[in-house]
């Protein structure tokens, strides 16, 4: 009984020795919390600069932490070196608090750094365990320490805040789309498919650099300005290789078949006033069929958009919108529709010759094996020629709270 | 012989479903590489391969019900080759549990507690199995049985989430886009892995009341794991591409990192994390549990408790010579490729010419 009983004291002790030492503990106040990571590159000198926006912890004394933090639009360094570990190390030299990147909301790229080491800064993001990877990947044609810097002086909100909604809400009318991390490493993965990214842009040129800069460390840097989400950034492999605007962007949405509430076309303009017909999207259904002739790839792209009208400026339609109306505005939709999808499929296939499109996809998924064995090789010189023909069956199921046009007494 | 205490049906089915889902929730990804999408299939039809092995086992047993399989082979062919036959038996388990400890402690190390060293979580679930161990079999797998289950929950649970908005079925389908030489190849990998369980049957075997009668028990627990395990892939590739998924080192958590639920929580890895750790206790458990049987085979039921301490350090002292996540999953994919099933058929065979001789002798046959 009394060997049991040391026999327990003495596993007791041992399961408790190694409970002593909390290697990884660590007081909420001393982490500054990463909202937003920038990187840039710099080709004259060849250093990439890492621009972290962080919101420093403190202890809440009179009020709530919230509180606190709410009044903080949180703070810009960046810091060039020739690897992102040596930026990451100089920043931690002006930073009394350890970065922690658990709340991470946004990766924005710079063009030349897009363009340069995307691949490696990727790789760093998506094997590195601290930063999710769930959180937006966005870029910029600047730079982006713009865009982290930039303060909107008409709400209080930090930057990486800002863009993370944006993101969210930009793609209802379809001029942008989010991507997370993931999934552009997918895109970057995946054959047959080329990465794109959102765009966002800032009216910042320049920044004020109000902590002052100590060996290429510049410290909290920051100007008011505005940001703004639009359009696409398109890759092929690894590089950046275009922009595409609203239109091109809106065009892709339709053929991957991504969600769009909101659609307007304008058609015939008389004077100040146009045709023009105000549409809230319901259901979208988009597919790409790959078809094999003769050793011929064609596409056909099928898209089926289901409406309901929400405002409409007519001069040519009766009062009553009945059948005859609703018929022409379905033709109408079709056709601007269609206009979306060509001025996308120009940009992508003719002029950046980039299957953001994911035609490859849909033929290795069809052809897996043809694809492996010849196709993917030769898809680069093929996709450009590919023919691609547009179907879309537009309806309208209903116009909103009236059956009539605004009668003006 | 002295009078094995039986486990239930409920007790045989979830130990064999554990004795299965042991190393191979870390290297399946061996086999992404050549099975490309249809990975989830090879390890589906690979785990049902093992099956007429635990069959041909269970047949076995079936001379010497009371017996593990090394008793049979003693009673056969002798007590110098048994003797041989379990010091490689403990050495395969204690290799594949100093892998496993090894691969869930840098888990951990990777996702949780980076600054923890990786002996700290090693010392606490060996310390904690070899307490558990201190109890009766039942006991045992009435604990496999609870982890199993807990473990479950929580995988299905943190994926229900990923429902429908995180899965993509284009990268399920087509389900095919490799060669037949390269999914079998795969499929053999898989089914070499997945003869952990044997080891393990080789020893529970005298605690099934009559097996071969039950043998339903065991199938059944494996066809359950198979199915389960092959979901679980599937449902990590639909999530996150076969590309992507191939490359990864925990599929399952790499998976439930990326579903978030409302703006407020991001990721639901520790639940999975949860699953992994039970999985790792439950196979040190199996493990251990085998390695000390057979040491009681060599020495006798003199100072059990000795033996099991042995057993115990001996999974330490492996798992810290290791100490490193890279060569344990190359090691693990080493015992899988060439070790474990050969070995088992080693056994099978003494086991099966061990009866024959057993019959020669005595000319008759043991119910």
Redesign the interface.
Known sequence: MIGRILALVL?IL??LA?MTGC??YVEYNDLAQIIAIGIDFDKQTNNIVLSLQFIPTSKPSNGSGSQEQSKNNGLVHSAADTTLFGALAKLQQVVDKNFFY?YSKILVIGEDAAKNVLLPMMEIHDRS?AI???SYVVFTPGKAENVLGTIDSSHNEISGNTLSRLLETVSSNGASFPV?I?KF??ML???GIEAVGPCAVTTVKELDVKGGTIDSIKANVQKEGKLMVSGLAAFKGSSLVGWLDQKQSLGLGWITGKKINAYKFTGSVSGAISDEAYFRVTNTKSKIKVKLINGNVSIDIDLKVTCSLRKYYAFNYTDFLDNKDLSQLKDKLSKSITGDIEAALKKGQKELQSDIFGFG?EF??KY?KLW?QKYEKEWDEIFPEIPVNIKVDASITNTGTNIRNLIVK | MIKKQKLTREQIFFSTFLGIIGNIVYIHTWISNDTNRASWLASFAGILAIIPFALWLMYISKFNPEGTIFDTIKQGIGKLPNCLLCIIFITLNVCISATHINMFAEMLRVFVFQNTPAPVFMFIMILIVFLILYSDITTICKLIEVLTVIGLINYFSCFVFAFPKMINIKYIIPIFDTSLPRLISGLIFMTSASSELLLFLMVIVSNIPDPFKHRSWVISGIISSAVVFSLAILIIIAMMSPEIAKRIAFGGVNAARLISVGTYIYGLEILVIGTYQFIALGKIIICMYCSWTSLKRIFGEKRPHLQLAFTALAIFITAILLNSYTKSYFFAVFLGRYILLPFSILVLILASISVKIRRNRTGSVAK
């Open positions: 596993c041992l399961l190694p290697w990884d658990g365990p999710r990877a769930s997370t993931q490493m997918e993965s995946i054959s996809f290795y998924r897996p492996n």
